[in-house]
């Protein structure tokens, strides 16, 4: 499986930004998807989390109310919609896929078995 994150970038705060990833080489239906972010000096920390059965979405408390995770399985695409964006979500954000047929806790790094490269995601003025 291969995932690729594009639409990272510059934004002020308050503002918005759209992040995609596109999923290749396996089959999209089958993956619990998520969003993590790395900030400088920072462990990674999970952001939003989707899964493949109903699409039921997950987010951390710090970008509840903000940030809208979504997937379209007809285009094997997983996106992430960031609104009222602070400084403090300037990060790089990572796509991740967890294949496990059993059901994971969506929330830990370690249950996800591919990733992407990661888009960088400034906020600032």
């Known amino acids: 499986v291969q995932l690729a994150e594009s639409g990272g970038g510059l934004a002020e705060p308050g503002g918005s930004l759209k992040l995609s990833c596109v999923v290749s080489?396996?089959?999209?239906?089958?993956?619990?998807m998520g969003w993590f972010r790395q900030g400088p000096r920072q462990e990674r920390e999970f952001v939003a989390s989707?899964?493949?059965?109903?699409?039921?979405?997950a987010y951390a408390d710090s970008v509840k109310g903000r940030f809208t995770i979504s997937r379209d399985n007809a285009k094997n695409t997983v996106d992430l919609q960031m609104n009222s964006l602070r400084p403090e979500d300037t990060a790089t954000y990572y796509c991740?896929?967890?294949?496990?047929?059993?059901?994971?806790?969506?929330?830990?790094?370690?249950?996800?078995?591919?990733w992407g490269q990661g888009t960088q995601v400034t906020v600032s003025s």
């Open positions: 080489g396996g089959a999209f239906r089958t993956l619990n």
């Open positions: 991740a896929a967890s294949g496990y047929v059993n059901p994971v806790d969506l929330t830990v790094f370690y249950n996800y078995d591919s």
């Open positions: 989707v899964t493949r059965l109903d699409s039921s979405a």
